[in-house]
């Protein structure tokens, strides 16, 4: 396993894979790695001759700075879990190299980036797109990998590169959960005792939730979602919208597969 | 040479020649061809193995869908031009290919997009970057040539390509001018007779500026410009602005190398 730290240097070795006729995976992450990503590091390893692993921590994708100071960062820890999954290269870029001082050009997904968390999170999804595009540029993978956990990221980016002509193919990959049912996920590193209680019942609320889509209309479902998530202590909805799985557009009567997104 | 119309094989295309270890140069082009691409295609087949240029004209840079069905087809004759200028790879696409229905995703180059031009017409050089944006992810080219007529289209691009860490080096070409002075331009063939004689009479009171800024301060220059300007039959001034050559930020007393650009 070879540590890439230089943009240049990365292309560069993607380059010389590219001309060997290698297939390249991409697994983005922002570190602080946990077993969702090792499962799209497995999944790469199997579909790729060649995986890599970004690590950066993107500033652009933070509202507010102080999240993206506090976002945790365990880089050896984050090395070592790459080793045991058999990563071929982690790139693990500096924010200077990223980011030029002067940095003007933004790549945005119109009507996707806007609705759900984009509607609480202005230029959210901008600033991953945009970097996505970057990852993109720098390791010329055939394959990259994203977990479904971010499902709405999952649905832009997978536009983007559709829409930008990339040669890279957006693979989805599975939730991976804790016993509880929570998603896995870095962020839940914010979350205090009582909070991941509840987000472990918002889980458990969705769960149920989806046994009832057989048997009862859109509407009744999300109602009855609305009014448990409603009790939860100190809770406030952002958002809970049953939408087709395919374009994110309102589910109906007729839409085959949805998903159901809750914010709170 | 060999014609290609399907977007898919023009990728598969480039991407061979990119494992043969072959440079690609990429003259992008909406058809219509005259001299100064020429001058681009010449440019290419000099510095690189393989020449591909593209042939679109494209609908997202048009702000009145009239000029869009009015804007000079010529395809035979450019066919024509590629040959003689011992062109690889002639790429057609038609609008269809390049643009699903329902395409969502736009570049932009936030500062330089807005000014001069970007001004005057809203989102015309995103859709220029976004088409752009597309034939380097469909050519995989090393180098990309650009006149220096669309001066600011030029520099808008140069900036994408490093922000977003493209492979594709910008080249700048020389303006291809005709004998009176004015740049050769496929967008001359809107022009009546007297505006094409104004617009000589423009090219020529720069030309004649370029001798003052030896002599003269930049503000006695602009304003003296602006006189001879606003004495041409018809015209209105949309800007005329001295600019730094590198960056596009108004010029002051330190700037090494200039740019005039005037808007009639």
């Not at 990223?98 to 806007?114: C, G, I, P, R, Y």
């Amino acid at each position: 396993m070879r540590i890439i730290k230089n943009v240049l240097q990365m292309q560069k070795v993607a380059l010389n894979h590219v001309k060997n006729g290698d297939k390249i995976g991409l697994v983005p992450t922002m570190g602080a790695l946990h077993e969702g990503h090792s499962s799209l590091i497995a999944k790469s390893k199997k579909n790729d001759d060649i995986t890599i692993v970004s690590i950066f921590v993107n500033p652009m994708q933070f509202v507010v700075d102080e999240d993206y100071l506090k976002y945790p960062r365990t880089i050896e820890k984050d090395v070592e879990i790459c080793r045991k999954n058999h990563t071929d290269y982690v790139f693990v870029p500096t924010v200077n190299d990223m980011f030029s001082v002067n940095h003007k050009t933004f790549v945005e997904v119109k009507t996707l980036q806007d609705i759900l968390c984009g509607k609480f999170r202005p230029s959210y999804f901008r600033g991953i797109v945009t970097v996505v595009v970057k990852l993109f540029n720098m390791s010329y993978a055939d394959r990259g990998y994203f977990g479904m956990k971010d499902f709405q990221q999952f649905k832009i980016i997978e536009k983007m590169a559709k829409d930008l002509n990339f040669r890279t193919k957006i693979i989805p990959c599975p939730i991976v959960r804790e016993r509880s049912g929570l998603a896995i996920s870095s962020e839940n590193y914010y979350l205090s005792i009582e909070e991941n209680k509840a987000s472990e019942n918002i889980s458990r609320i969705l769960k149920e939730a989806s046994k009832d889509f057989k048997v009862k209309d859109l509407n009744f479902v999300k109602e009855s979602v609305l009014d448990k998530l409603k009790k939860i202590p100190d809770g406030k909805v952002d958002y809970a919208e049953i939408l087709d799985f395919n374009d994110l557009s309102f589910a109906g009567k007729n839409t085959r597969k949805v998903v159901f997104a809750v914010a709170i």
